[in-house]
T-cell receptor
């Protein structure tokens, strides 16, 4: 079946550091890939998405590229801010899975001033 | 426009009692999802509705859990004979079509004493 694996947290960085959160997936079809974010005390919201191979999703300085050859969708940001502290979830949705969305376990990010 | 709403926001119940959790999706969204998020954990898929199709119930943890969606809009998740391990935040999300980005509600925090 479909699955998503993302790096365990927590990840602690200083402000302006480079961020990478790894995400790899297993899917029988051609999934759409998503990153969702949950800020402290808030609900989940979409951060970015990519629907086909080599697409790059971007938002708020974050980027992720859909890599079919490595089945990966790593999240990156060049310079993190304290306000980026949150839990980040990688997810996939795939027709072969009936469009049931599978989420990774989440990675908590702490950014220190 | 209005987002996804859930009620109640908090529910404390005694072990063995039944509870009903309500979700109002974004108007016009054909897909509706229920997830469970335990403390510090990722999202556990419970059930998914798409239009008039039979729901995907593959994530329901036991037959004590059931859900319905009336008129293609409001959904109710029912947990019968609640157990302490049912304590979690129950999240509802909707999307325009299956596989699209999901919009999440604020969740219902269920505590079983």
């Amino acid at each position: 079946g479909n699955s998503v694996t993302q790096m365990e947290g927590p990840v602690t960085l200083s402000e302006e550091a480079f961020l990478t959160i790894n995400c790899t997936y297993t899917a029988t079809g051609y999934p759409s890939l998503f990153w969702y974010v949950q800020y402290p005390g808030e609900g989940l919201q979409l951060l970015l998405k990519a629907t086909k191979a080599d697409d790059k999703g971007s938002n708020k300085g974050f980027e992720a590229t859909y890599r079919k050859e490595t089945t990966s969708f790593h999240l990156e940001k060049g310079s993190v801010q304290v306000s980026d502290s949150a839990v980040y979830f990688c997810a996939l949705s795939d027709r072969s899975g009936g469009f049931k969305t599978i989420f990774g376990a989440g990675t908590r990010l702490f950014v220190k001033a | 426009g209005a987002g996804v709403s859930q009620s109640p926001s908090n529910k404390v119940t005694e072990k063995g009692k039944d509870v009903e959790l309500r979700c109002d999706p974004i108007s016009g969204h054909t897909a509706l999802y229920w997830y469970r998020q335990s403390l510090g954990q990722g999202l556990e898929f419970l059930i998914y509705f798409q239009g008039n199709s039979a729901p995907d119930k593959s994530g329901l943890p036991s037959d004590r859990f059931s859900a319905e969606r009336t008129g293609g809009s409001v959904s109710t998740l029912t947990i019968q004979r609640t157990q302490q391990e049912d304590s979690a935040v129950y999240l509802c999300a909707s999307s325009e079509q299956a596989g699209d980005e999901q919009y999440f509600g604020p969740g219902t925090r269920l505590t079983v004493t």
